[in-house]
């Protein structure tokens, strides 16, 4: 299974990104997706999440301003950044929660990260 990110980039404050992440492999289903930032220095964390069935949840310093959506028909979550902060400053990774085949047990996967960049 792999998890491939892609959206990111350099953009003033003010301005918008949209993030894509793709799940491909031998995957039978997606629980949960998710995306989760970290910034120099800083531990790894929650941005948003949203489960098979539309279900979202998000950090509180994102709340209003970014939107996460999936296709499940694609495999594919997204995340809409809009009113970016030179705080939002970080590398953003996927994360999907999938069974590879009916028997077998749920596992997070993640993806490689991509890098969002906020200048003020």
């Known amino acids: 299974v792999q998890l491939q990110a892609s959206g990111g980039g350099l953009v003033q404050a003010g301005g918008s990104l949209r993030l894509s992440c793709a799940a491909s492999?031998?995957?039978?289903?997606?629980?949960?997706m998710g995306w989760y930032r970290q910034a120099p220095g800083k531990q790894r964390e929650l941005v948003a999440t949203i489960t098979r069935y539309g279900s979202t949840n998000s950090a509180d310093s994102v709340k209003g301003r970014f939107t996460i959506s999936r296709d499940n028909a694609k495999n594919t979550v997204y995340l809409q950044m809009n009113s970016l902060k030179p705080e939002d400053t970080a590398v953003y990774y996927c994360?999907?929660?999938?069974?590879?085949?009916?028997?077998?047990?749920?596992?997070?996967?993640w993806g490689q990260g991509t890098q969002v960049t906020v200048s003020s």
């Open positions: 492999g031998t995957i039978f289903s997606i629980n949960a």
């Open positions: 994360k999907a929660n999938l069974k590879r085949s009916p028997l077998s047990y749920e596992y997070d996967y």
